[in-house]
């Protein structure tokens, strides 16, 4: 019975319908300039489309998803709220949702907290999505990743395309297609982090920033592009749709970077380097140079390199979450000053990412809190 109650409350997604309406842009992201070169170092090279313009379509396609919605009336869940055996959808809904909230407050206590702040019917859609990720990205790097193929990821994604079209497997997917009836929420960012965990299975270097670029967008500056659609943007804000949608996007590749840079000793335990191999070059360093995790001056000086650039991508995100809604601005600061912190953790650990864990401790952490709390009060700036 849960079964067909769960088809019952999510009625058919119009998302990916609404998507193949709006035509392919040519437009072309900003340009980076990063130590004199553009920050994607590809797009140099290689005159064909580079990540950063490819990703850029995405941006495009969501926001005009995004402008397509304003003025339409959210979906009124009252009147589904028809009782089979004493149950009613409207219970089951507001069940799945109380899940998702409790595995948020489990896995992400501090971004958790951040989402009491927004309104309940926000706060409980950006919790479907966050447990969607979650879930998403434990299928490989959660207990069973041992076991996952390519066609447990077809799989996986085979739900997420019934749950855009209403027909969710289990509870969490209910929350969650129920989140993207009522927001502008497109598939397109959802398949890419799919593809992202694919590329995992296979791939595990990188040649140079244009690569590790769209491996971050897939696995973490698509998070971005699900959240805004939930989150909002300001109604008095005066920047372009696009534009926030960029810093979305940039916030999401930070904090990946920020994850890489992290990780890179226990990344090299599995066997992985998530570095541009042509940057580690020009330093004269290699991989056996990770393997053997020795703190050496050309490390440091590389290591320079990396975080200059990630704070780069922090400093663009930045320009966008004044332009979100006042409510839910505040996690987003939280998080992104919270992240930004783990590069100066990095300093502060001598470059050394091979055998300590840049770290913010807890007073760091509260420290943030209230300062999120004063950007978040904070009026829109004007992002074009
Ligand atoms: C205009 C503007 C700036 C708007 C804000 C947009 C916004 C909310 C951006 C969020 C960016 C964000 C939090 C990205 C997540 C990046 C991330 C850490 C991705 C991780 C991927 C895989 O990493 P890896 O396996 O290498 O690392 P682990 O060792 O596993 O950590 C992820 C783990 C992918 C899965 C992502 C999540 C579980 C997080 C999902 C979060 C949300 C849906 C909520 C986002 C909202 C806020 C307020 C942060
Ligand atoms: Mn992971």
């Excluded at 028809?82 to 206590?109: F, H, I, M, P, Q």
């Excluded at 960012?189 to 799919?194: A, C, T, V, Y």
Aim: net charge neutral; charged share 30%; glycine share 6%.
């Amino acid at each position: 019975m849960a079964g067909v109650l769960l088809w019952v409350v999510c009625p058919k997604g119009n998302a990916t319908a609404m998507l193949s309406l709006i035509p392919r842009s040519g437009n072309k992201p900003k340009k980076r300039s990063f130590n004199g070169v553009s920050a994607v170092s590809s797009a140099v090279a290689n005159p064909a489309r580079s990540s950063e313009e490819r990703v850029y379509d995405v941006v495009l396609k969501q926001a005009a998803l995004v402008k397509e919605q304003r003025g339409r009336k959210a979906l009124d869940l009252e009147k589904r709220d028809e009782k089979t055996d004493g149950v009613s959808a409207w219970d089951v809904l507001n069940e799945a949702y109380d899940r998702c909230g409790e595995v948020c407050a489990e896995y992400a206590k501090t971004f958790y907290l951040g989402t009491l702040l927004m309104t309940p019917e926000r706060r409980r859609a950006v919790w479907a999505i966050y447990v969607w990720c979650r879930r998403t990205d434990e299928l490989v790097d959660g207990p069973n990743a041992s076991h996952i193929t390519p066609r447990a990821l077809d799989r996986w994604e085979k739900r997420l395309d019934d749950l855009f079209e209403g027909r969710p497997y289990d509870m969490l997917d209910a929350a969650l297609s129920d989140t993207v009836s009522k927001y502008p929420v497109d598939i397109q960012p959802f398949k890419d982090m799919i593809e992202g965990m694919r590329l995992d299975l296979v791939k595990s270097r990188y040649i140079n920033f244009d690569e590790l670029y769209l491996y971050c967008y897939y696995v973490a500056g698509t998070v971005g592009l699900m959240s805004v659609p939930v989150m909002g943007i300001a109604p008095e804000s005066k920047s372009s749709v696009e534009s926030v949608y960029n810093a979305a996007l940039d916030l999401g590749i930070a904090n990946q970077l920020t994850n890489i840079l992290r990780d890179v000793g226990e990344d090299a335990r599995r066997g992985r380097v998530y570095l541009p191999q042509d940057e580690l070059a020009r330093f004269g360093l290699s991989d056996d140079d990770i393997f053997r995790g020795q703190v050496t001056d050309r490390w440091r000086n590389f290591m320079k390199d990396q975080i200059k650039r990630a704070r780069m991508f922090f400093d663009e995100a930045e320009k966008g979450v004044s332009e979100l809604n006042s409510a839910s601005r505040w996690p987003v600061w939280a998080s992104l000053l919270l992240y930004r912190q783990i590069l100066d953790a990095i300093e502060e650990n001598d470059y050394n990412n091979f055998s300590k864990r840049a770290y913010v401790g807890k007073v760091k952490k509260f420290a943030s809190l209230p300062v999120a709390y004063g950007r978040a009060l904070m009026g829109t700036s004007k992002l074009i």
